[in-house]
């Protein structure tokens, strides 16, 4: 009983020192309710205007700067999901064939099989973006040369930028349409040029970019340095046929090499059956005749890449 006192009266200190504070502070409960509430009516009446922005956010990740090079960014949610289907597709395809040769490698087939799906979708879309952006860059000197009369003619750069989003050929008249949105909407000029060149990889379109800058920056004619800039291109254009008729050959000897042993192959089987279906049969053969086409798919891509010059 005598260990509890100490216990009781720490209880009774605390539960008076509360309603001390307590009693202190109902005097000025009232006024500080009141304050408070004209405080709030005196923030929502001066409640700054958020600022809006007229911009949408754009995605930076890989999948995002693909398909903005191929034209489809507009696409995205749907090209995510064919993307998952084709990681799942190529798994599939990977495990039918294992299953095929042997069932009980299927399931190890089918996560092999998860990143070739990814890649030849990526593939797909990376072969759709080169195509794009060769088009735009072969639509670069008729572009210039817009630009250069329209100039000499003392049209403002903002009204070239409008011409060519009307007249100009698809797709660079696309992209040019959207940079033009984004400067009336009020993007800064040269923001907006440079999100064209990251939607326009060809180095010539950076090159107009940086004459532009230059001369907004330090002044001059403008005009000249596009119209030489056209020069420049076509003389490129010529170099880049005169190299793709110097390797032709070579091109058409790598194909015709890479495709030779399955043309082989596939004679040997529709003539003499009974000669390569033991082969065909052994288990090991079936590895080796797997890891044979691997390699040779590597050997062909290696001669294309020796035979093909970027200028």
Same mark, same amino acid.
């Given at each position: 009983?005598?260990?509890?006192?100490?216990?009781?009266?720490?209880f009774?200190?605390?539960?008076?020192?509360?309603?001390?504070?307590a009693?202190?502070?109902?005097?000025?409960?009232?006024?500080?309710?009141?304050?408070?509430?004209?405080?709030?009516?005196?923030?929502?009446?001066?409640?700054?205007?958020?600022?809006?922005?007229?911009?949408?956010?754009?995605?930076?990740?890989?999948?995002?700067?693909?398909?903005? *090079?191929?034209?489809?960014?507009?696409?995205?949610?749907?090209?995510?999901?064919?993307?998952?289907?084709?990681?799942?597709?190529?798994?599939?395809?990977?495990?039918?064939?294992?299953?095929?040769?042997?069932?009980?490698?299927?399931?190890?087939?089918?996560?092999?099989?998860?990143?070739?799906?990814?890649?030849?979708?990526?593939?797909?879309?990376k072969?759709?973006?080169?195509n794009?952006?060769?088009?735009?860059?072969?639509?670069?000197?008729?572009?210039?040369?817009?630009?250069?009369?329209?100039?000499?003619?003392?049209?403002?750069?903002?009204e070239v930028?409008?011409l060519l989003?009307e007249?100009?050929?698809?797709?660079?008249?696309?992209e040019?349409?959207?940079?033009?949105?984004?400067?009336?909407?009020?993007?800064?000029?040269?923001?907006?040029l440079?999100?064209?060149?990251?939607r326009?990889?060809?180095?010539?379109?950076?090159?107009?970019?940086?004459?532009?800058?230059?001369?907004?920056?330090?002044g001059?004619?403008?005009?000249?340095?596009i119209?030489e800039?056209?020069?420049?291109?076509?003389?490129?254009?010529?170099?880049?046929?005169?190299?793709?008729?110097? *390797?032709?050959?070579?091109?058409? *000897?790598?194909?015709?090499i890479g495709? !030779?042993?399955?043309?082989?192959?596939?004679?040997?089987?529709?003539?003499?059956?009974?000669?390569?279906?033991?082969? !065909?049969?052994?288990?090991?053969?079936?590895?080796?005749?797997?890891?044979?086409?691997?390699?040779?798919?590597?050997?062909?891509?290696?001669?294309?890449?020796?035979? *093909?010059?970027?200028?």
């Amino acid at each position: 009983m005598a260990t509890s006192i100490p216990i009781i009266v720490f209880f009774i200190i605390l539960l008076g020192g509360v309603l001390l504070i307590a009693a202190s502070q109902s005097g000025f409960s009232g006024e500080l309710t009141r304050l408070s509430k004209q405080q709030n009516k005196f923030k929502s009446k001066t409640k700054p205007t958020e600022e809006i922005n007229l911009f949408v956010t754009q995605r930076t990740n890989f999948l995002a700067t693909l398909l903005d *090079t191929a034209g489809l960014e507009n696409q995205y949610d749907k090209m995510k999901m064919y993307w998952g289907l084709s990681i799942f597709g190529g798994g599939l395809i990977f495990a039918g064939g294992c299953a095929y040769m042997s069932p009980m490698l299927a399931p190890i087939a089918f996560f092999f099989g998860l990143p070739f799906g990814g890649y030849g979708f990526i593939f797909a879309l990376k072969k759709i973006a080169k195509n794009r952006q060769a088009k735009m860059t072969a639509q670069l000197p008729q572009i210039l040369e817009t630009m250069v009369s329209s100039l000499r003619a003392g049209s403002p750069i903002i009204e070239v930028f409008k011409l060519l989003s009307e007249t100009a050929p698809e797709p660079i008249r696309g992209e040019f349409k959207r940079g033009l949105v984004s400067l009336q909407l009020g993007k800064p000029f040269r923001e907006s040029l440079k999100e064209m060149s990251l939607r326009i990889k060809a180095a010539d379109f950076r090159l107009l970019i940086t004459a532009i800058f230059i001369s907004q920056d330090v002044g001059g004619n403008l005009a000249d340095v596009i119209a030489e800039i056209a020069d420049a291109i076509r003389e490129r254009f010529k170099l880049r046929d005169y190299m793709d008729s110097l *390797t032709s050959q070579g091109k058409a *000897t790598a194909m015709f090499i890479g495709s !030779l042993p399955y043309f082989i192959t596939l004679l040997t089987y529709t003539m003499a059956p009974n000669y390569i279906m033991p082969f !065909l049969n052994n288990f090991f053969a079936r590895i080796a005749l797997a890891v044979f086409v691997i390699w040779e798919l590597i050997g062909f891509y290696i001669l294309m890449k020796m035979t *093909t010059f970027e200028v």
